[in-house]
């Protein structure tokens, strides 16, 4: 039976180039359309590009320009860096689209009949320059803990520390200098902490295979103790001046933009199906039998696991079939880094002349259907390519193309009953189960073993030879025949990864496109192929080094000069703080062990935990760490975690930090986190089970 399937990756946001670590995404969503596609499925892969918010208002004003001039520019260098790695979108949309703003529309006065929307007064800093209210990322001033300069507004990047921004000394506007004052506004909240969205997220989140099961794990986490569920309400609104979309009936208040960006996916689906007169309702209706399927990131799994599914539910839409997120990208063992040259652009990769397929194939080759990180090692990625691609599979063609033009016009003999041939064959279900289940990486292996099998056949049967012997042209003929329809059918399975390599095999084979299906076939004795040429270079260690360094060159040139840095630079935005991403830093300094031992970590057990009165970040926790009197714990978890979650916990706390003194007490420690540098996803440290409050963790 055909499958109708809806296919979307995370929107790229229009304040920034593509860079290698956002086309591990678009280049997994690729290839798993791809197969669909080869399979006979009725598949439609959409895109947008995520323009609204602060930092595109501000980006635009700062360059003299229209917010619609700048999306429009950005949109076009977007497009050309996914078509230049073979990512083929069937349409690619904007969120600042008359489809989107309708979608919203709809979407929210939907919530509010369902009385899932509500008002509230929220205090803010306000500036008072720039006449805005500024999101935490973009007040900056001295770390209140270690006393650093232009630190941001929630946390501080040299110490480590999470505070409140009323805690900062001397603050100020990253956007204009000035020292913020505190407002207060009417805001919107999509109430998450409804009875009904909690049930319907417990359900959702839990079953049918939707989630992965680290996945739906962590929505346990999120969610709580059934009836304890302590969601936030979700605020949807933002104060002009802003660049969105105007909330009906609510003049100077815009959809924020995480509301409106995965709504994105629909708009950009809608106006594909205009063009091509398809009905939106087969696949936006609640009971709809088409699979819609979200490829994103492990670090907005958050809004698309709970904010996006309860928002189709609660305005009569259907859910999706399947979320799958994967892991961050890390480049030789470490976070991309400017510093280094590895915070490597799409435009920078293909401007140095290397080939995108290598990198499609690296990525291919390390993928799983998990949420664990890839690593780009550029050695490994040289000796992998070099070896795959260029040694064992492209070298079975040039190995024996060439004697079939010389000696047989092309040509090829009847092989149809070759064994080599029909193992290869009864490949085909393994390789399409793990492309179906996105487990790439075992499809690559399985694909390199059968390369493997004609790579000895060739060695066994020497071509070259026989080419020297007086007699042997059947045997010959045959021999290059078998190697040339081995190649064929190893150049089905690999299509999905290499759409542009294979098109040249395709013209090779004089065929229009290879299908999954003519896995069942044979070309036939009588066909002719066409004369043999190059398909691929090796990748030279040189060339890894002229990217990292035009990377290097590129963002030192860029780079803010002594004189520039200051009150006026906007390293962060409000996009960035609200919708993760990961981490990109300076690698740190190595430390000794001798530095590494002074840090006392001893496992503590969470005894008691309650809400901070007057603060929206802190958790307070009475933490056991087996001495004779708990230590009282502050802790910035209040938006991830509730008291219920955290009650019960074994957590890892540095014991030896000196006390801190705060205004709702003292803290005598710290509990680790694990967190993309940003307090969107934020995960407590914890240990296996027999660890007991105590002990020393080393």
Known sequence: MTRRILVTSALPYANGSIHLGHLLEYIQTDIWVAFQKMQGNEVYYVCADDTHGTPVMLRAEKEGITPEALIARVSEEHQRDFSGFSVRFDHYHSTNAPENKTLCENIYRSLRSNELIEKREVEQFYDPVKAMFLPDRFIKGECPKCGAKDQYGDSCEACGATYQPTELKNAYSSVSGAAPIRKSSEHYFFKLSDARCEAFLRQWTQGEDRLQPEAANKMKEWLGEEGSAKLADWDISRDAPYFGFEIPDAPGKY?????????????????????LKLNTDDFFKADSPCEMV??????????????????????????????????????DGAKMSKSRGTFITADSYLQQGMNPEWLRYYFA??????????????????ARVNSDLVGKFVNIASRSAGFLSKRFDGVLADVTQNPLLQTIKTGAPAIAGFYEQREFGKAIREIMALTDQVNAYVDQNKPWELARQTGQD?????????????????????????????????????????????????????????????????????????????NTD????????????GKNTQKSSEKKAEKPKPAEQAAPAHIGIEEFAKVDLRMGKVLECKRVEGSTK????????????????????????????????????VANL??????????????????????????????????LPGMKVS
Request: net charge neutral; hydrophobic share 45%.
């Open 474 to 550: 059947t045997q010959l003929q045959e021999v290059c025949t078998v190697c040339l329809e081995a190649f064929r059918l190893l150049s089905i399975y690999l299509k999905p990864v290499l759409p542009a390599l294979v098109a040249k095999v395709e013209a090779l084979f004089n065929i229009t496109s290879l299908n999954w299906s003519d896995l069942g076939r044979s070309l036939g004795a009588g066909h002719r192929v066409s004369p043999f040429t190059h398909l691929m270079q090796r990748v030279e260690a040189s060339q890894i080094a002229a990217l990292i360094q035009a």
């Open 294 to 331: 979200h490829f994103i990131g492990k670090d907005i799994l958050y809004f698309h696991a709970l904010f996006w599914p309860a928002m189709l539910k609660f305005s009569g839409m259907r859910t999706p079939t399947r979320i799958n997120a994967h892991g961050f990208l890390t480049v």
């Open 554 to 565: 590129t963002l030192l040139a860029a780079a803010p000069t002594e004189k520039t840095q």
């Open 658 to 691: 000196a006390p801190r003194k705060m205004k709702f007490g003292i803290s005598q420690g710290m509990v680790l986190c694990a967190s993309p540098n940003d307090d969107t996803s934020l995960f407590v440290l914890t240990a296996d089970s027999g660890a």
């Open 365 to 382: 080759a390390k993928l799983n259907s998990t949420m664990e990180d890839l690593d780009l090692n550029f050695q490994d990625f040289t």
């Open 255 to 275: 959809f924020y933009v995480w509301l409106d960006a995965p709504v994105g996916y629909l708009a950009s689906f809608t106006a594909l199906a205009q063009g």
């Open 618 to 653: 802190l958790l307070q926790l009475s933490v056991d760490l087996g001495e004779a009197e708990p230590r009282n714990i502050f802790s910035g978890i209040s938006a991830h975690y509730s008291p219920e979650q955290m009650t019960g916990k074994m957590v890892i706390v």
